[in-house]
């Protein structure tokens, strides 16, 4: 077999990627928009200078199962289980309301029933691959705003199933009956069940033995046999390559060595994924956008705003802030990877044909190469619609009952959110005898503080009213302690604009931050990666100077 054609594919996609990148980066675009980009210039449809577009495709492949098996990494089974009301309810209503409101309009458009329901499949689903990619570029994945994203996305994953079993009925060219709808569902839900199983008797052992042979090879090889074989398995039951990619990070996160495997499998993800992102680029045929302007144009702006206004409907439904389901609905936006599995599978039974199959992929691509962007706009997007309707949406929480005195009087602290962090500042504040109120996202974090005595209120601290409704004019302290960033900031400046004379603690986690809540009134900014050195540094220094064995001479 001659593998020249091949390699010679992969040096010109490889060359033209970099120079593409470089080219784009006085603009201050993300890479992902340079090796779209990329595939548009020498794709079939562009130069023409790509001639094993398939082989191209299939090497992509591999870079969407490492992706989301990296991205799995980040997670652990106790930080799913948090989230079963966003995959289940949030992401539900968000895949069951598109799909419903897309066929309505597709019957209303002349499609009929049957494509109409087939458009509100192929618009219902996301971008896994490129929306998780840019929140963890951003750093932003464990952010409510993050979660939420997460939580609709691997709901989309299962609902590929349902999907792909259907499809041929709405085309007349299958028989499929709810039975066998119910069965495959069925086996989706055996084989996460078994992954968390495994995830706690099997692989740490077997992680364990692999580690003691202190042979990165085999550590490295058995890492991506997970990754790939539970790819391979969820895909051989009907489900997608990537949610069993994904369930398989989530299993090694469980143990000591997520982060060597992570570190050893980065360099292989980042080479495959630019080659994903560059196969997507080659899909588009620019002659039929230019030809086709605004038909392409309006199709994109719809899907941009039906999605958006559906999955805002979808996280408020469940109760989440207005200004967090806009930031997530915005991030999932797009069409996803998957949709053109679902278009091949349409063209096959004739629910897409001609023109359509064409307005279908040039709406997918330009709405994935327009995430970044959509993305980076979210936040002050977010800020607006809140300011306009937060109140309407998220009512205020009822306003705290009168204090007990403290040490210090009426005054009181805000402690915002309670993870560990927030757990930390509380001690502290008890032992001191300094009254608090908690403020936090997270409605099951809320109820269980409250069951247990706390002052603890349901509310977003970026909004004005509920800073009045938790007494921020009488505070003398806040102490922002959540992973929410934009939030954070908002609130920071919000506070010191309420109350001049409050004392304002926040953290964040990068030190490229500090001067940007300084700049907002913060008055103390903690800085997670700085505080973990210099504890690390004060453990060394101290074992150092206690160890004979490394102690200096004296010098005589």
Known sequence: MDHLPLLRDLVVTLAAALVVVFAIRPLKLPPLIGFIATGVLIGP???????????????????????LFSIGLEFSIATL???????????????????????????????????????????????????????????????????????????????????????????????????????QLGIAVVVVTLALVV??????????????????????LTAILLCFGAGWITQSIGLSLSLG?????????????????????????DLFAALFFVSIGMLLDVRFVVSRPFAVAGLCLAIILLKSLLAVVAMTAIRRPLRVSVIAALSVAQIGEFSFVLARLGQSVGMLTGESDQLFLAAAVVTM??????????????????????????????????????TIGEAHAIIVGFGPNGLGVAEVLRG????????????????????????????????????HAVGIESARLIVFTASDPAGALRGVRLARRLNPTIRIVARTRYSNEVETFRAAGADTVVVEE???GHRLQGELLTWVLNDDALALPNES
């Open 45 to 67: 449809y562009g130069l023409r200078l790509i001639s094993q577009v398939h082989e191209v495709e299939l090497l992509a492949e591999i870079g969407v199962t490492l992706l």
């Open 81 to 183: 289980r948090g989230m079963w009301r966003q995959v289940v309810f949030g992401g539900g209503l968000q895949v069951g309301l598109t799909v419903l409101v897309s066929a309505a309009l597709g019957w209303g458009l002349g499609l009929g029933p049957a494509r109409g329901i087939f458009w509100g499949f192929l618009i219902a689903l996301s971008s896994t691959a490129i929306t998780l990619k840019i929140l963890g570029d951003r750093r932003e994945i464990d952010t409510p705003a993050g979660r939420l994203t997460v939580g609709m996305l691997l709901f989309q994953d299962l609902a590929i199933v349902p999907m792909v079993l259907l499809v041929p009925l709405l085309g007349g060219a299958g028989e499929v009956g709810p039975l066998d709808i119910a069965k």
């Open 199 to 220: 995830a706690r008797r099997v692989v740490p052992r077997l992680m364990h033995r692999v580690a003691s042979l202190r042979s990165r090879e085999v550590f490295v």
């Open 245 to 269: 990619a994904f369930l398989a990070g989530i299993v090694i996160s469980e143990n000591d060595y997520a982060h060597q495997v992570a570190a050893d499998t980065l360099p292989l993800r």
């Open 369 to 406: 190469m327009l995430t970044p962007f959509i993305i980076l706009l979210a936040p002050p997007l977010a800020f607006g619609v809140q300011r306009r309707f937060g109140g309407w949406v998220n009512p205020v929480p009822e306003t705290p009952a009168e204090r007990a005195p403290g």
């Open 432 to 467: 001191a005898g300094i009254p608090y109120d908690v403020l936090d996202l997270n409605g099951q974090t809320v109820r269980r503080l409250q069951s247990a005595g706390e002052r603890a209120y349901y509310g977003d601290i970026s909004r004005p009213d509920i800073q």
């Open 530 to 532: 700085t505080e973990v």
